[in-house]
């Protein structure tokens, strides 16, 4: 059964951010602590530990996956000069060989503050023992960090900022009716950082004409969007049983963001996951042609307001809903109507079941996946069926099983 870790880098001991300048796919890592239990499978998040006045330059700043049992090595050859200590440099001790599945840059990095008041990670061991190198976490947390993560870079929707008001409003106004903090449960609904949360409540907060011109805020166009869409012109104040309403129906029930077999982030569809089921179900009544005729539509110039690098987007019955996951419908429809429902892995002996929708089941699974770059496009998926699609995640066989579909889709 695999786990999950975080494995930690101390600049002052090894150049880290050197290191990562080279855009490496793989190295050797120390396993200083719990060797016999880190698995070839096991999912590490790497840890970058700055002290001192940069403190808030430590956090998560690459993902991993191990591919080799720990056993006694030394540094890798073109790596033993980012030892700042000679002895480190020639040590011959216990590392495991991990691969990167996605490198952050100065941007991206998940920032220590991010994850001290979390409610789910706020307590790693890592906080509070800053001086080992291998830290067991449970699945709930490791699934947490990667969604946090993955939310970093999206724009806060409108149905967020609703949200971000009303946790304002019921700050000022209703403590008591909530009974407590209502922050934390949106943040794990949502999948944002209390931190940053916190920040847009605040925004609202002093958005409120009533505080003292020094201290409010005017928020920018989205912002002031909501504000202007809940707040009564006549009263001079926030409408909160409209506002009470509009957040009880979209955020106290629901999907929470999960992990795919893909390990990708999927945040819930909006706005409504019946359409969403009705569409899919469409697209796969239509043709190989027709389908990719619907994807090459979607992603012509002749819409130039359109994103095509994950959703596409289109007009007609074709029409893909759009998610924050970012992957289009009609790729997901190519790849099982392209294949016929069947795995594609060449030879495959297990016979699919039938799914609800009276299909084959099949999986849709990308070849190089999106969090290392790779395109959501009909180039880079392929059907599988639901053992072979772990494998190809999770089995010694991975990389030969990429290899092949890579091959597959260049014949086809």
Same mark, same amino acid.
């Given at each position: 059964?695999?786990?999950?870790?975080?494995?930690?880098?101390?600049?002052?001991?090894?150049?880290?951010?050197?290191?990562?300048?080279?855009?490496?796919?793989?190295?050797?890592?120390?396993?200083?602590?719990?060797?016999?239990?880190?698995?070839?499978?096991?999912?590490?998040?790497?840890?970058? /530990?700055?002290? &001192? *006045?940069?403190?808030?330059?430590?956090?998560?700043?690459?993902?991993? @996956?191990? !591919? +080799? =049992?720990? $056993?006694?090595?030394?540094?890798?050859?073109?790596?033993?000069?980012?030892?700042?200590?000679?002895?480190?440099?020639?040590?011959?001790?216990?590392?495991?060989?991990?691969?990167?599945?996605?490198?952050?840059?100065?941007?991206?990095?998940?920032?220590?503050?991010?994850?001290?008041?979390?409610?789910?990670?706020?307590?790693?061991?890592?906080?509070?023992?800053?001086?080992?190198?291998?830290?067991?976490?449970?699945?709930?947390?490791?699934?947490?960090?990667?969604?946090?993560?993955?939310?970093?870079?999206?724009?806060?929707?409108?149905?967020?900022?609703?949200?971000?008001?009303?946790?304002?409003?019921?700050?000022?106004?209703?403590? /008591?009716?909530? &009974? *407590?903090?209502?922050?934390?449960?949106?943040?794990?609904?949502?999948? @944002?950082? !209390? +931190? =940053?949360? $916190?920040?847009?409540?605040?925004?609202?907060?002093?958005?409120?004409?009533?505080?003292?011109?020094?201290?409010?805020?005017?928020?920018?166009?989205?912002?002031?969007?909501?504000?202007?869409?809940?707040?009564?012109?006549?009263?001079?104040?926030?409408?909160?049983?409209?506002?009470?309403?509009?957040?009880?129906?979209?955020?106290?029930?629901?999907?929470?963001?999960?992990?795919?077999?893909?390990?990708?982030?999927?945040?819930?569809?909006?706005?409504?996951?019946?359409?969403?089921?009705?569409?899919?179900?469409?697209?796969?009544?239509?043709?190989?042609?027709?389908?990719?005729?619907?994807?090459?539509?979607?992603?012509?110039?002749?819409?130039?307001?359109?994103?095509?690098?994950?959703?596409?987007?289109?007009?007609?019955?074709?029409?893909?809903?759009?998610?924050?996951?970012?992957?289009?419908?009609?790729?997901?429809?190519?790849?099982?109507?392209?294949?016929?429902?069947?795995?594609?892995?060449?030879?495959?002996?297990?016979?699919?079941?039938?799914?609800?929708?009276?299909?084959?089941?099949?999986?849709?699974?990308?070849?190089?996946?999106?969090?290392?770059?790779?395109?959501?496009?009909?180039?880079?998926?392929?059907?599988?069926?639901?053992?072979?699609?772990?494998?190809?995640?999770?089995?010694?066989?991975?990389?030969?099983?990429?290899?092949?579909?890579?091959?597959?889709?260049?014949?086809?």
């Amino acid at each position: 059964m695999s786990a999950d870790w975080i494995f930690q880098a101390q600049p002052k001991r090894f150049h880290i951010d050197t290191f990562l300048q080279r855009k490496p796919g793989s190295t050797l890592w120390l396993a200083s602590q719990h060797a016999e239990q880190i698995a070839v499978g096991d999912r590490v998040f790497l840890w970058r /530990s700055i002290g &001192g *006045g940069l403190r808030d330059e430590s956090g998560i700043f690459a993902e991993a @996956r191990v !591919v +080799t =049992r720990a $056993k006694p090595l030394p540094s890798p050859p073109d790596e033993q000069e980012l030892w700042a200590d000679e002895a480190d440099r020639t040590a011959v001790v216990k590392r495991v060989r991990i691969e990167f599945r996605r490198l952050a840059d100065k941007g991206s990095l998940l920032r220590r503050r991010l994850l001290e008041d979390d409610p789910i990670v706020g307590d790693l061991s890592i906080f509070e023992r800053p001086r080992q190198t291998n830290y067991p976490i449970s699945v709930e947390q490791a699934d947490r960090i990667a969604v946090v993560w993955s939310g970093l870079g999206l724009p806060w929707s409108r149905d967020e900022l609703m949200a971000a008001l009303w946790i304002a409003c019921v700050r000022r106004y209703q403590p /008591s009716e909530v &009974g *407590g903090d209502p922050t934390p449960e949106f943040a794990l609904r949502s999948g @944002r950082s !209390v +931190t =940053r949360v $916190k920040a847009a409540a605040e925004t609202f907060y002093r958005m409120a004409p009533d505080l003292p011109a020094g201290r409010q805020v005017f928020g920018n166009k989205s912002e002031r969007q909501i504000w202007d869409d809940f707040f009564d012109q006549k009263q001079r104040a926030i409408d909160l049983p409209n506002l009470n309403n509009a957040y009880a129906s979209r955020w106290t029930t629901g999907s929470v963001p999960t992990i795919t077999v893909d390990g990708e982030v999927a945040f819930p569809p909006r706005p409504d996951t019946k359409r969403d089921a009705a569409e899919e179900a469409n697209l796969l009544e239509c043709t190989l042609a027709e389908l990719l005729r619907a994807y090459s539509d979607a992603r012509s110039p002749i819409h130039p307001n359109d994103d095509t690098r994950g959703e596409a987007q289109s007009d007609d019955a074709l029409d893909a809903p759009k998610t924050r996951v970012g992957r289009s419908q009609i790729v997901i429809a190519i790849a099982k109507v392209r294949a016929d429902f069947r795995c594609e892995i060449s030879g495959c002996p297990i016979e699919p079941f039938t799914g609800l929708d009276g299909r084959p089941y099949v999986e849709v699974h990308h070849v190089v996946p999106l969090g290392e770059g790779g395109a959501d496009a009909p180039e880079n998926v392929a059907a599988l069926c639901p053992m072979h699609h772990r494998e190809a995640h999770h089995g010694v066989r991975a990389g030969a099983i990429r290899k092949s579909l890579q091959w597959l889709r260049y014949r086809h």
